[in-house]
């Protein structure tokens, strides 16, 4: 996590801009601002046992542009979610344990390595991320989605709804799928 005074803000940067789908500013009640950054995807083929899926990696960047703490939950279960393309077709998603940075952008799957064994003993757990934000900080993740029977251009968005987080899968021109995937409270 670095202190968003500190360092430029994405859309500050234009290196850094060419690699940002959404920007979404949320503002609560009282005021406090919450801002989301989504990537655009990276990825590629996956082999699992004569099987060929393919996988994207998305970052996701959460400013905390108040004066209060902020806990950041995002969960994802093992279980698949079904999509529109054929009655086998699921997408499942995983937080990986490499750490995001800004100085990933430019590297190949954003510089999370040994993919093909996070994806064999990833999606066999439960996979969560809990972090707190102190006020105007900044802090980025990876998120991957394993597409199975699911083929075209995929977008997703991590989005708030309340303090419930979804992230929305887009593929090509298909329904739009919403993923619950946590929560977002700010810390009195």
Not at 10 to 26: A, G, L, N
Not at 57 to 64: E, Q
Request: proline residues 7%; contains cysteine.
């Amino acid at each position: 996590m670095k202190n968003i005074d500190s360092i430029p803000l994405i859309k500050q940067s234009p290196s850094k801009k060419k690699w940002v789908h959404t920007e979404e500013r949320y503002e609560d009640s009282l005021g406090r601002v919450i801002r989301v950054y989504n990537s655009y995807p990276r990825g590629g083929a996956y082999n699992s046992s004569g099987q060929i899926d393919g996988y994207r990696i998305f970052w996701t960047s959460i400013v905390n542009e108040s004066t209060t703490p902020l806990k950041l939950t995002v969960e994802f279960p093992i279980d698949s979610f079904p999509t529109v393309t054929s009655p086998d077709a699921f997408i499942k998603a995983l937080i990986p344990p490499d750490t995001m940075t800004l100085e990933k952008l430019e590297l190949f799957d954003f510089g999370v390595t040994n993919i093909k064994s996070i994806l064999d003993n990833g999606f066999k757990k439960p996979s969560q991320l809990e972090i707190t934000l102190k006020p105007r900080e900044e802090y980025y993740y990876n998120t991957i989605f394993l597409f199975h029977e699911s083929e075209g251009t995929a977008r997703s968005a991590l989005v708030l709804k309340g303090k419930n987080l979804f992230y929305r899968i887009n593929i090509d021109s298909q329904p739009s799928l919403i993923i619950p995937c946590g929560r977002i409270e700010f810390i009195n």
